[in-house]
């Protein structure tokens, strides 16, 4: 399978089914850089990713805080850059010492700091569709590292699926 993979998700809770799909197939290092405006649905697929690490607590976005971590099968750091006004920030963050170590780390509004990921990444972009709930979620793994989550993905959702 090549990668762009597109799926189409028509409500909240497939959006979060195929955040579970994800993070079913994850594993320690993965980085999951997750793009689309407001509404978008970042949060939903999140909210799935944790489910599929196996994570109990209720996952919410942390932009007041920016970073939160969950504990499940391997820990989720799940990193909101909503409130990041200059991409230099990332920095000051520290990032770079959590993302591709230990852990799955999810990145919302990822591309606010387009450019300073130093960590080999799943790039998932979502967009609203037609309706108030259809959305649009486009994997892209330049390396290849992430093709056995894209199969699995691929797998769960086939009448969904195009490449």
């Not at 597109?6 to 994850?26: M, N």
């Amino acid at each position: 399978m090549d990668s762009p993979l597109k799926i189409v998700t028509h409500s909240p809770e497939e959006t979060r089914d195929l955040g579970a799909c994800l993070g079913s197939a994850a594993s320690e290092g993965d980085v999951f850089l997750l793009n689309g405006q407001l509404g978008a649905g970042k949060t939903c697929l999140t909210q799935g990713i944790a489910t599929g690490l196996g994570v109990q607590a209720y996952t919410r976005s942390p932009s007041f805080v920016i970073a939160t971590r969950y504990q499940g099968r391997c820990t989720l750091h799940h990193i909101d850059l909503y409130r990041l006004e200059d991409p230099m920030e990332i920095w000051d963050l520290a990032l770079d010492e959590v993302l591709g170590r230990d852990g799955v780390g999810v990145v919302e509004w990822a591309e606010r700091a387009q450019g300073m990921y130093q960590v080999d990444a799943l790039v998932v972009t979502l967009g609203q569709l037609d309706g108030p709930s259809s959305r649009l979620v486009e994997f892209e793994d330049a390396s290849g590292r992430y093709r056995p989550h894209l199969e699995a993905i691929h797998g769960q959702f086939p009448t969904h699926a195009k490449s």
